[in-house]
């Protein structure tokens, strides 16, 4: 039997393990729970081992667009998403994005799968760019948080230096302030690999078109690709039109072999376009609706007419590219 003592002990414990409960209880009902996966209105595919299914054109939401004026810069938006983009890709260095995006967002973000890149190096930047980058968007969590553009080596340590960006992802993800953590690169596959074995990335964002092809050249394609795909990692292609030095670039070279190009790469999941204007939003949209894989004999052929000129004039695009602030 317990003593006076004992008995006024074990019930104020009891009374702070309830009130101790409780508080986590608050803090647990608090913190933010992600709404449920949209759905598509164009063709679209399993996003690697997320559970999504995203649009096979996701709306790049960066260079010229960014650019524009507010209101036409919305309606192509938001026509985009009304004819079944369910995907939007945007940077806390893409200049005016996230504002405007942070525009219409409220009424689309149970509709929409939303991307955003941090750019800073500096682990005491990379955190208040990230709080920033909520607030301009005006939601509570992205879909994926990224690390924008992996260079090489020297990139890669200045990354994982202690309480650096990829401690800070994977701290984003743990306070539920992301569902994914990922990676874009354009340049280096050798350290974009390598910075998927030590930290596990559920999404990665890479240059495929009809120029990036061979195991010297960028090398995604050949290398990248199938350790993502057998790991289950969502990958978004960017760059299908080559920064504009491959679309028109030869006859063939049109919205939809470049766009059906990247798509039929095995591991791909979905095409990141930039979309300036209503036309170029409309032909992308008219493209992706329409996909077909195209065949093995068919891509080896588009390949080969890059070689040469095309191919030469994108890689050295390449390499002087920063697509980060």
């Known amino acids: 039997m317990l003593n006076r003592r004992q008995f006024v002990a074990a019930g104020a414990a009891a009374i702070g393990a309830a009130f101790t409960n409780s508080q986590l209880e608050a803090q647990d009902a608090g913190r933010q729970k992600f709404l449920p996966f949209p759905a598509s209105g164009l063709p679209s595919r399993k ?3 997320t559970g999504a299914d995203v649009s096979l054109l996701t709306f790049g939401a960066g260079g010229a667009w960014a650019s524009m004026q507010q209101d036409t810069a919305l309606k192509v938006l938001t026509m985009a998403l009304e004819r079944g983009v369910n995907c939007i890709d945007t940077a806390y260095g893409y200049g005016r994005s996230e504002e405007l995006i942070g ?9 929409v799968i939303l991307h955003t890149k941090v750019s800073a190096r500096d682990p005491k930047q990379w955190w208040s760019h990230f709080e920033t980058s909520l607030k301009r968007l005006n939601t509570d969590y992205v879909d994926t948080l990224m690390v924008h553009h992996l260079g090489g080596p020297e990139d890669l340590a200045k990354l994982e ?4 960006p990829f401690e800070m992802l994977h701290k984003a993800k743990e306070q539920k302030l992301c ?7 354009h340049t280096d596959w050798k350290t974009l690999l390598e910075a998927h074995r030590r930290h596990k990335f559920d999404h990665a964002m890479i240059s495929l078109n009809v120029a990036t092809g061979g195991y010297t050249d960028l090398g995604f394609e050949e290398n990248a690709l199938p350790v993502f795909a057998g790991q289950g990692v969502a990958v978004t292609a960017m760059k299908a039109m080559g920064a504009g030095k491959i679309i028109n670039a030869h006859p063939e070279f049109d ?9 039929s790469l095995p591991g791909v999941h979905s095409v990141t376009v930039t979309m300036p204007n209503l036309q170029h939003m409309t032909a992308d949209v008219e493209a992706v609706a329409s996909f077909k894989p195209l065949g093995r004999d068919k891509m080896k052929e588009l390949k ?3 070689e040469g000129e095309v191919k030469e004039a994108f890689n050295n695009f390449m390499c002087t590219h920063v697509d980060r602030a």
Not at 161 to 164: E, P, T, Y
């Open 255 to 263: 919205y939809k072999t470049c766009l059906g190009y990247s798509l």
């Open 161 to 164: 230096v202690k309480d650096g």
């Open 47 to 49: 996003f690697g081992s």
């Open 304 to 306: 080969a007419k890059a």
């Open 179 to 185: 569902r994914w953590i990922g990676i874009s690169c």
């Open 103 to 111: 525009n219409i967002l409220p009424q689309w973000r149970d509709k």
